[in-house]
C-alpha cells in the first residue's frame, strides 16, 4: 500500500473515531425546556414532577447497567451528587433498559443498591422519557438551569472538568 494510501486510511480512521466520540454542547441556541421524566418505578425517591426542579440545576444522565462507559460515568454522578447536592444541584438517573433483565424493576433496584448509588432512579422501562429527550446514546447527560432549560448535553464519557464548571456555574446564576 502507497503511503498516500495509507495516510488517507489513517485519517478515515481518525474522522470515524471523532464522529463517534464524546459529544459536548452547552449554550446551544436550539436549546430547550427539558421534558417530563416519567417512569414505570423509582429508586431511592417518589416521582419527581417539573415543578420540584424549578429553582434547582438537573443533572439527568440516561445509562444502562449493561454500558461500561456508564459505570464509569457513574462514580462522577455520585461525586457531583455528594459535593453539589446541598447547594441546589439534583442529580437524577434515567435507567433506559437495553436488556429484558434492565426492564424489571426489582433488578435495577437490587443495582443500585450494589453500587451504592445515592440519587433518584427513575426506570424508563417503556422509553417514554429516552424519546422525550430525543436521547439516542448510552450513557449521555442533560444539564438543566433552574428555569428548566437544558443548557448542556453530554453524549459519551468524558469532559468531567467542563461539566462540573458548568454544574458550578448554573448553580451561581440566578433562578
Not at 429508586?43 to 447497567?65: C, D, M, Q, S
Not at 447547594?87 to 450494589?114: C, F, H, K, M, W
Not at 440519587?119 to 428548566?148: C, E, I, Q, S
Amino acid at each position: 500500500m502507497s503511503t498516500t494510501r495509507r495516510l488517507a486510511s489513517v485519517a478515515i480512521l481518525l474522522a470515524l473515531v471523532a464522529a463517534c466520540s464524546t459529544r459536548w454542547s452547552v449554550g446551544d441556541p436550539t436549546a430547550r425546556p427539558a421534558p417530563e421524566i416519567s417512569a414505570s418505578a423509582w429508586i431511592n425517591t417518589t416521582p419527581i414532577p417539573p415543578e420540584h426542579l424549578r429553582g434547582k440545576v438537573a443533572l439527568i444522565e440516561f445509562w444502562t447497567a449493561s454500558c461500561p462507559s456508564c459505570r464509569r460515568v457513574e462514580a462522577h454522578l455520585k461525586e457531583w451528587h455528594r459535593e453539589y447536592g446541598n447547594r441546589g444541584l439534583v442529580v437524577i438517573g434515567v435507567l433506559t433498559p437495553e436488556t429484558d433483565v434492565e426492564r424489571n424493576p426489582a433488578n435495577v433496584e437490587q443495582y443500585v443498591r450494589s453500587r451504592e448509588i445515592p440519587y433518584p432512579v427513575a426506570v424508563d422501562a417503556d422509553l417514554v422519557t429516552w424519546h422525550r429527550f430525543d436521547n439516542w446514546a448510552w450513557p449521555t447527560m442533560y444539564l438543566v438551569d433552574k428555569r428548566g432549560i437544558i443548557r448542556l448535553k453530554q453524549v459519551g464519557e468524558g469532559w468531567y472538568g467542563r461539566t462540573e464548571a458548568q454544574i458550578q456555574a448554573l448553580l451561581a446564576e440566578d433562578a
